[in-house]
């Protein structure tokens, strides 16, 4: 099935070089000038990824990424002129899947799409397992949702990307740079960054019985972290 790809810049000649290029890839491309026009075609059509500019006339890049995260599971990807670290850091805490600097090379923007889109297809199959029980912790694969002893609880989309990779490695030692690699990818700010510390942090605080005294996800000096067997 072809999957569609919406692009998001204010930039006419930007979005006429990646319609080209991802049409001779086989993808549907639709395209908008603005954070207004954006949302409403990623709210009113079946959306694959989304390409997602910064600078934006009417509405910050950041802040169209954090609505579309907060209302739909579509993968987005970061491409803009604004490379300082806070701008990529604050666009991955937002639930951005990636950040690419322009200007950019042909090759590498549709390396990285295709990338995204794999993985996506590959949660997409984890979804048929179903739901994982771990400890006093359901996890619901296919609606991305989390309860605590039978209870919903509020989580975010890199929270919960933590959590299930969590339960399939229990009892084992965890180094932070695996971590990164494994959730990340590419995303290379967060191995030295303390945002993985802070999402763990987070995350403890909805999933632990005592959070100051952790369980299931201890730190290991160091190191990273161990998760209960």
């Not at 919406?6 to 993808?27: G, R, S």
């Not at 579509?74 to 490379?83: K, Q």
């Not at 029980?133 to 509020?154: A, L, P, Q």
Request: charged share 30%.
């Amino acid at each position: 099935m072809t999957k569609t790809i919406l692009v998001v810049d204010d930039d006419p000649e930007i979005l006429d070089i990646l319609k080209l290029l991802l049409t001779l890839e086989k993808y549907k491309v639709l395209t908008a000038s603005c954070g207004a026009e954006g949302l409403e075609l990623a709210r009113n059509n079946s959306v694959d990824l989304i390409v997602l500019d910064l600078n934006l006339p009417d509405i910050d890049g950041q802040q169209i990424c954090r609505i579309i995260r907060e209302e739909l599971e579509i993968p987005i990807m970061i491409l803009s002129a604004r490379d300082n670290v806070s701008d990529k850091v604050v666009c991955l805490e937002y639930g951005a899947d990636d950040y690419m600097t322009k200007p950019f090379e042909n090759i590498e923007v549709t390396a990285r799409i295709k990338a995204i889109l794999r993985r996506t297809e590959k949660e997409e199959e984890q979804c048929q397992d179903g739901v994982v029980e771990f400890f006093h912790i359901s996890i619901d694969k296919c609606e991305r949702n989390v309860y605590i002893n039978g209870e919903k609880t509020s989580i975010t989309p890199k929270e919960f990307d933590l959590l299930l990779y969590f339960s399939e490695k229990k009892g084992q030692v965890l180094s932070r740079d695996d971590i990164v690699k494994d959730i990340w990818g590419k995303n290379t700010v967060y191995s030295w960054s303390r945002s993985l510390d802070v999402h763990v942090k987070n995350l403890r605080q909805k999933v632990e019985i005592n959070p100051k005294n952790p369980d299931i996800i201890k730190t290991v000096s160091g190191v990273g972290y161990k998760i209960k067997k």
